[in-house]
């Protein structure tokens, strides 16, 4: 059974910086795309980024990229989001998700090619 643990959130002042980890379970996190997304209240979920460890392949929305980095530890099986020069824009609930099938061309940060999902982590930036 296909399960991922998100942790890692909470509040912070603007400038500040987090890291998630999204521990997955049931598989093996180098052989499947995963990526991190957000959705913020009144907005739809949208992808942050995105990573394929076997091709060495990440992605980024353009408002995090030079700030955010997305990472895996295969030994620990767990998905990182290092969070940078946080906004508050940045405010939102984090959520990790992963899928077996390449999202595909220009699809990477979609959420509805992504099978399965955490339960997320609230991340609160203060101006």
């Known amino acids: 059974q296909v399960q991922l643990v998100e942790s890692g959130g909470g509040s912070v002042q603007a400038g500040g910086s987090l890291r998630l980890s999204c521990v997955a379970y049931?598989?093996?996190?180098?052989?499947?795309?995963m990526g991190w997304f957000r959705q913020a209240p009144g907005k739809e979920r949208e992808g942050v980024a995105a990573?394929?460890?076997?091709?060495?392949?990440?992605y980024y929305v353009d408002s995090v990229k030079g700030r955010f980095t997305i990472s895996q530890d295969n030994a620990k099986n767990t998905l990182y989001l290092y969070m940078n020069s946080l906004k508050p824009e940045d405010t939102a609930m984090y959520y990790c998700?992963?899928?077996?099938?390449?999202?595909?061309?220009?699809?990477?940060?979609?959420?509805?090619?992504?099978?399965?999902w955490g339960q997320g982590t609230q991340v609160t930036v203060s101006s």
């Open positions: 998700a992963a899928t077996f099938a390449r999202p595909g061309v220009g699809a990477y940060l979609e959420p509805s090619r992504y099978r399965f």
């Open positions: 049931g598989y093996t996190v180098s052989s499947v795309w």
């Open positions: 990573i394929y460890s076997g091709g060495g392949t990440t």
